[in-house]
């Protein structure tokens, strides 16, 4: 039974920084390339950031330069450094596998505001 839970949210003022934690349980993680989404409220889930088995990443152009995905194998562990946060970053953060599609963890919410 694959489980990903998020961790790590919270209530950050503009130009901020968080970092958001995703223990995964039940795949091969160590195989398996991660990614981190987001849904902001009324919006379509969107990717965020992906890093590959061999931890080559990615980002959407929102993100580029200011967010930053790692992983530790040893603790089935996904992270994403958040770093000079905007009010448009507020969403629910979500990890999973990206190319296949696991049940959705509960999230973790992050808002951006003075």
């Known amino acids: 039974q694959v489980q990903l839970v998020e961790s790590g949210g919270g209530l950050v003022q503009p130009g901020g920084s968080l970092r958001l934690s995703c223990a995964a349980s039940g795949i091969s993680f160590s195989l398996s390339a991660m990614a981190w989404y987001r849904q902001a409220p009324g919006k379509q889930r969107e990717l965020v950031a992906t890093i590959t088995d061999v931890a080559n990443t990615n980002y959407a152009d929102s993100v580029k330069g200011r967010f930053t995905i790692s992983r530790e194998n040893a603790k089935n562990t996904v992270y994403l450094q958040m770093n000079s946060l905007k009010p448009e970053d507020t969403a629910v953060y979500y990890c999973?596998?990206?190319?296949?599609?696991?049940?959705w963890g509960q999230g973790t919410q992050v808002t951006v505001s003075s």
């Open positions: 999973n596998t990206p190319f296949r599609i696991r049940s």
